[in-house]
């Protein structure tokens, strides 16, 4: 694992983009087309906005894939990762193909069915993810399952993960936060050839510490599985990086 530490003088997003579309260049001059999987949240902001403005990536020959999004809510809720994406993404680069998490299918279940047998068919070139304020990676809070085989799953949301999406300004309250989402799977994230983590802001501080600090990995911090990725490479700011220094 490739741990880079920008101060506030230099753009973690600009480096993580460069390095994204290195990739996904790589990829489609190889083998015609690149896979990737994409995270949404404020943890992204700045990488994708960044991303976009690369114009030498052919996103016509891209494929996307969605890491999660919450059970039960529409696409047209502001919290909506898959309007998240349409708006910040998909509208400004059209990739080729895109898959979405539908969130608010009638049985969550049977959606994760339809992606699995979606995914298992194509090799992930490059997955794009951050962390959550409880070391969550996609939506696998802890302690996180490091075992399953499948692809996506449905999972519940412990209170520390809704309350930072309620702190985050895309809910009004904490009862309006689902409790359950659709979730890429850790085993499914770690399958990516190459994976770009970027975590920036203060409050993400003290997870970084307790997953990327030291040899340890555990499901009490999923992303410290990170460590065990040959190809994963950690964008982080001064402020995030602070109990590393």
């Known amino acids: ?11 973690m997003g600009e480096a993580a983009a460069q390095k ?18 994409i995270a ?6 700045e990488f994708l906005e960044n991303l976009i403005k690369i114009n030498l990536i052919n996103w016509s020959k891209t494929i996307m894939f969605h890491l999660d999004e919450y059970v039960g809510l529409p696409e047209d809720h502001p919290a909506s990762f898959r309007k998240y994406l349409k708006d910040r993404f998909i509208n400004k680069v059209h990739p080729g193909n895109f898959y979405f998490v539908q969130g608010d299918a009638p049985d969550p279940k049977q959606e994760c069915e339809r992606l699995n047998q979606i995914i298992s068919q194509k090799k992930i070139d490059v997955s794009f993810v951050g962390i959550g304020e409880n070391g969550h990676l996609a ?6 399952d490091f075992g399953t085989e499948k692809p996506y799953m449905v999972v519940q949301l412990d209170e520390a993960c809704r309350k930072q999406q309620l702190g985050e300004g895309w809910f009004k309250s904490l009862d309006n936060v689902p409790k359950r989402a659709i979730s890429m799977s850790v085993k499914q994230i770690m399958k990516s050839k190459n994976i770009i983590c ?3 802001d203060r409050r993400k501080a003290e997870a970084v510490k307790n997953c ?10 999923p ?3 990170l460590k065990k990725h040959d ?4 964008f982080l700011d001064d402020q995030s990086s602070i109990y590393l220094k």
């Open 223 to 225: 992303a410290s599985i």
């Open 20 to 37: 994204a579309a290195e990739i996904l260049k790589d990829a489609i001059n190889n083998k015609g087309e690149a896979n990737f999987v």
């Open 40 to 45: 949404t949240g404020a943890s992204q902001f």
């Open 198 to 200: 970027t975590v920036p």
């Open 231 to 234: 190809t994963c490479f950690v």
């Open 1 to 11: 694992m490739n741990i880079n530490i920008y101060s506030s003088k230099h753009n």
């Open 212 to 221: 990327f600090k030291g040899d340890k990995v555990s499901p009490d911090f």
């Open 139 to 144: 939506f696998n809070d802890p302690p996180a």
